[in-house]
């Protein structure tokens, strides 16, 4: 049995896109929770099931550096973080995994693709080492 998905914790610059994907997991039962502050986001992910973030963040912040911070910090070093983005060479794929996240998302992404994504992501139980390869989606 999945774990009971309450909150999910979006991080990214464009507001449009948190809003609409924040109204959608609200109509869902989810609780969204919306920053565009890295700052913000390394206090408000403790409290999340999952992140969602992307790689280019607000004043030049890198969404990745975040992931990096999450992965180190105890209290969320095993939270599943998903990479949603614009970003989709395959050195921005590279680089992500790289950080720490469980799966990268292209956009423009379908908020149905986005919710199945969280789920399943938080059917798998982080260990201490990443999941295997074929976590990136």
Excluded: N, W
Excluded at 109 to 134: G, N, S
């Amino acid at each position: 049995m999945a774990p009971q998905l309450r909150t999910v914790l979006l991080v990214g610059p464009a507001q449009d896109d948190r809003e609409m994907y924040a109204e959608y997991l609200r109509c869902r039962g989810v609780t969204p929770i919306e920053t565009d502050d890295p700052a913000a986001a390394l206090i408000a992910a403790a409290d999340a099931d999952v992140v969602v973030t992307g790689v280019h963040l607000t004043a030049g912040a890198d969404g990745l550096e975040l992931i990096r911070r999450l992965r180190a910090a105890d209290r969320t070093h095993f939270k599943p973080v998903i990479v949603l983005t614009a970003s989709v060479l395959a050195t921005d794929r590279q680089r992500a995994t790289a950080a720490g996240c469980d799966v990268f998302l292209p956009k423009p992404c379908d908020p149905d693709t986005l919710l199945a994504e969280i789920r399943r992501v938080m059917t798998v139980c982080r260990k201490a080492t990443p999941f295997p390869d074929q976590r990136i989606a």
